[in-house]
């Protein structure tokens, strides 16, 4: 997860931000302000990985709160101003978002806040932290949720969300299914239409094109592109087959 704070001097332009982080699965909110010296007492006594910082404010500039950071953390420039991005990137600005900020551009420029910090994260042995489970945002307070592997019966696409179906209950989860396949094992899952992927150790039967699952309750397609795919994942545990045997 990465802490990030909002500065704006603006209250309206802090909100819709504060809602695309709130929409990002890997970000969390340490605070936010419209004044740049609260900005830099926050960064000063609490943990904080990036900022949203807007350049034209009261006091001081976004330009000069970055150097004032002391690399404490990322920066992210948020304004309506195009003609200082060569400064901006002069004092190694992570991004230059330009307002009105889509939100696919939001995540686009916080992703890369997710990769700078990937090389520093401090390495966990697979013993003292089994990764059998991931963590998701359950519902839109961006609360998270512990989701076992184990637990996962199926994944329904739905746009830019999916539903991750256990057997007890639904959650609906701000994610894109290849990016939640990549998360997934291999050996346990496996991708069977454009919007589901499916637990393998969770399929009963199979009723032509229709999969069928443990509970008796849900199902999901078999689509044509995945088919072969399927079956030859299936093929190790099928026993029998020829005439005779």
């Known amino acids: 997860m990465i802490s990030c704070l909002i500065v704006d001097d603006e209250q309206a332009a802090i909100d819709i931000l504060r809602q695309y982080v709130e929409k990002t699965p890997f970000l969390t909110l340490a605070g936010?302000?419209?004044?740049?010296?609260?900005?830099?007492?926050?960064?000063?006594?609490?943990?904080?990985?990036?900022?949203?910082?807007?350049?034209?404010?009261?006091q001081l500039s976004g330009l000069e709160v970055l150097p004032l950071l002391r690399g404490k953390c990322q920066v992210i420039f948020t304004t309506a101003y195009s003609e200082f991005a060569v400064p901006a990137f002069e004092l190694e600005a992570l991004d230059y978002l330009l307002k009105p900020i889509a939100f696919e551009r939001f995540v686009k420029a916080s992703q890369k806040a997710l990769k700078a910090q990937a090389p520093v994260a401090v390495p966990i042995a697979p013993a003292q932290l089994p990764d059998d489970y991931i963590f998701v945002k359950g519902d839109n307070k961006g609360h998270m949720r512990k989701v076992a592997f184990n637990d996962i019966v199926y994944v329904e696409g739905l746009k830019n969300y999916v539903s991750i179906y256990t057997e007890q209950e639904r959650i609906i989860t701000l994610l894109n299914m290849k990016d939640l396949q990549e998360r997934l094992p291999a050996a346990q899952f496996m991708r069977v239409h454009k919007s589901y992927i499916v637990s393998l150790d969770k399929?009963?039967?199979?009723?032509?094109?229709?999969?069928?699952?443990?509970?008796?309750?849900?199902t999901a397609p078999l689509g044509d592109t995945y088919r072969r795919g399927f079956f030859e994942a299936l093929q190790r545990h099928v026993v029998g087959g020829k005439s005779g045997e």
Not at 203 to 218: P, V
């Open 32 to 58: 936010t302000t419209t004044n740049p010296i609260d900005a830099l007492r926050l960064v000063a006594t609490q943990p904080v990985d990036l900022v949203f910082l807007d350049i034209h404010m009261p």
């Open 203 to 218: 399929i009963k039967a199979l009723d032509g094109n229709l999969i069928l699952f443990r509970d008796g309750k849900a």
